[in-house]
């Protein structure tokens, strides 16, 4: 065979293998671990867990047949849960929400570093409940074509409420004249509608207009009938029970203002609006004022930039200690917590996790906060994941670790059903059947001392 010929038929040969190696799903085994599969059941000792492409393929004893190629994970000695979803987000560092102008190359890298702190947390999927639209569309764009390496990202871009009211850009007074604002919204591709709705009046806060309860329900119908879900921020019982008989899908935040009553526990027993527990943004002042050295546990440390701890614990620590509302939430946060527990307790599938923060740490404080309220570690756990996929609809396909849903997924090497700690002792963090590499990611973890 000519020299020049043999050359060419390797190449053709050698990419032909190339493609199929491309083609063929990548299958990873984790074998012989501890089962806590999301649904609330019991941990099940010894499973298999069959991953083929993005995807999980099936999960079973020691008898399950190995994928040929697969690369098997030692799992004995650990605990796979599914990866953990963060209900509400703002993702920090892109700048004003009326910023039209164009990303920046620096707020893009500190939108990515916010993603890290949460896949390195073991957060595998947010949802960015109001942010600057070119911003999180933008990572939301690249994570979804796999051009960075971030959790899933869900976002509503900008946030719809009344003229005067809680939240903006898109401001609605009257229907149908203000129907081309949220066409303007629809336009940007929000995974979800969110609207403020609050009359503020409470804290230090003046009072604010509310939409009118015909218009909410106008607005909310308007995105259903393009296939667009929706939540909203309500504090009080009252604009709940306004807001969910308007139709609207889910809440943002739990009722903080007064214990809930016992008919609305009756009402929410039937309806099952997922509710977003939202515990640690009220809790964040005072736990800086009077535990400053929270941040010097690991997982900060790992994530959270030096000068930043630097900062939080002086400059905005003082800034807590004389602000009014910190005593004002550290009075609430027991009542938002109890009201939680007896919400859990009128339906398991009701809580979420959702922070109102804006990196991983936050998650697994949201977590400790719904225990320590008295809610148990094996629902906490509930809470973060199977619960989150049912507030975005998408629990046919993550949110549990069962055959066919996607492959996110955490490796912790202690039992988080006895201590809800344990949550945080990572042994990896598989998002979409990928292993991600932890010591990649752009956190001071992985920075050497300057
Ligand atoms: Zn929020």
């Not at 756990?381 to 996929?389: M, W």
């Not at 990896?428 to 050497?448: H, Y």
Request: charged residues 25%.
């Amino acid at each position: 065979m000519p020299t020049a010929f043999r050359f060419v038929l390797t190449i053709i040969l050698g990419a032909a293998l190339a493609a199929t190696a491309a083609a063929q799903p990548s299958a990873l085994l984790v074998r012989g671990v501890t089962l806590i599969d999301g649904n609330g059941g019991v941990p099940v000792d010894d499973t298999t867990v069959v991953i083929e492409g993005d995807r999980i393929a099936a999960v079973g004893g020691a008898d399950l047949p190995i994928p040929d190629g697969a690369e098997v994970i030692d799992g004995r000695r650990r605990y796979l849960v599914p990866g953990l979803m963060d209900m509400h987000v703002h993702l920090r560092g892109g700048g004003s929400r009326r910023d039209g102008g164009a990303v920046t190359v620096e707020q893009e890298r500190a939108g990515l570093r916010g993603l890290h702190s949460y896949l390195y947390a073991g957060v595998t999927t947010i949802y960015d409940a109001g942010n600057r639209s070119a911003f999180i569309f933008q990572l939301r764009r690249k994570e979804r074509a796999d051009e960075i390496v971030a959790p899933r990202i869900f976002a509503t871009g900008g946030t719809v409420a009344s003229p005067n009211g809680h939240g903006g850009p898109y401001l609605v007074e009257a229907w149908p004249e203000d129907r081309a604002v949220l066409d303007e919204h629809i336009a940007t591709g929000p995974d979800i509608l969110k609207i403020g709705q609050d009359e503020h009046g409470w804290m230090m806060r003046p009072l604010i207009n509310q939409l009118p309860v015909d218009l909410l329900e106008r607005i909310i119908r308007h995105y259903h009938e393009q296939g667009i879900r929706s939540t909203i921020h309500v504090s009080t019982e009252r604009t709940a029970w306004e807001a969910i008989y308007a139709g609207v899908d889910t809440l943002a935040h739990p009722i903080i203002q007064a214990p809930v009553s016992d008919a609305y526990l009756e009402m929410m027993a039937v309806r099952r609006v997922p509710t977003v527990s939202t515990l640690t943004i009220g809790e964040a002042a005072s736990r800086l004022v009077e535990h400053p050295e929270h941040l010097d546990e690991t997982l900060y440390r790992d994530t959270v930039e030096s000068e930043e701890i630097a900062r939080l614990k002086t400059e905005q620590r003082a800034r807590e200690q004389e602000n009014g509302r910190t005593g004002w939430l550290r009075t609430m946060t027991p009542i938002a917590q109890e009201n939680l527990r007896r919400l859990h307790a009128a339906g398991k599938d009701i809580v979420v996790c959702g922070t109102d923060q804006f990196s991983g740490p936050a998650v697994h404080r949201e977590l400790e906060l719904l225990v320590e309220g008295g809610i148990p570690p094996a629902d906490a756990i509930v809470i973060a994941t199977r619960n989150a996929a049912r507030f975005l609809g998408r629990l046919d396909e993550m949110g549990t670790v069962e055959s066919g849903k996607l492959a996110d997924l955490v490796i912790l090497d202690a039992d988080p059903t006895v201590d809800i700690d344990n949550l945080k002792r990572i042994v990896s963090v598989i998002k979409g059947g990928q292993i991600v590499d932890r010591s990649a990611l752009d956190l001071p973890v992985n920075r050497g001392p300057l």
